[in-house]
């Protein structure tokens, strides 16, 4: 399983951006998908996550800023970032929690899936 991540840049503040992320592969199940971040001197962090069933989590810190939504047809997910401030500066990654195939297309063994990271800059 492969999530191809895109859409990162340099945007000023207040500006807004959408990060785009493509699952491939095959696999049985998505149990959740999402964008987590890692700014430099610092730990990787959940920014938002979508489970299967469309219930979404979010940082504190991008609530009524961000928005996460997904194409289950596409096995893609977005983020589409609002009003962004100079500490949202960091490396987004795609994240996939889902099942392999088990037997007779059974869920299988659970995985968890990164993609490669794209930049986003906020500069003010």
């Known amino acids: 399983v492969q999530l191809q991540a895109s859409g990162g840049g340099l945007v000023q503040v207040g500006g807004s951006l959408t990060l785009s992320c493509a699952a491939s592969?095959?696999?049985?199940?998505?149990?959740?998908m999402g964008w987590y971040r890692q700014a430099p001197g610092k730990q990787r962090e959940l920014v938002a996550r979508?489970?299967?069933?469309?219930?979404?989590t979010y940082a504190d810190s991008v609530k009524d800023r961000f928005t996460i939504t997904r194409d289950s047809a596409s096995k893609s997910v977005y983020l589409h970032m609002n009003s962004l401030k100079p500490e949202d500066t960091a490396v987004y990654y795609c994240?996939?929690?889902?099942?392999?195939?088990?037997?007779?297309?059974?869920?299988?063994?659970?995985?968890?899936?990164w993609g490669q990271g794209t930049l986003v800059t906020v500069s003010s």
């Open positions: 994240n996939l929690v889902g099942f392999l195939v088990g037997k007779g297309w059974s869920p299988g063994r659970q995985f968890v899936a």
């Open positions: 979508q489970n299967s069933v469309g219930d979404d």
């Open positions: 592969g095959d696999f049985h199940s998505i149990s959740s």
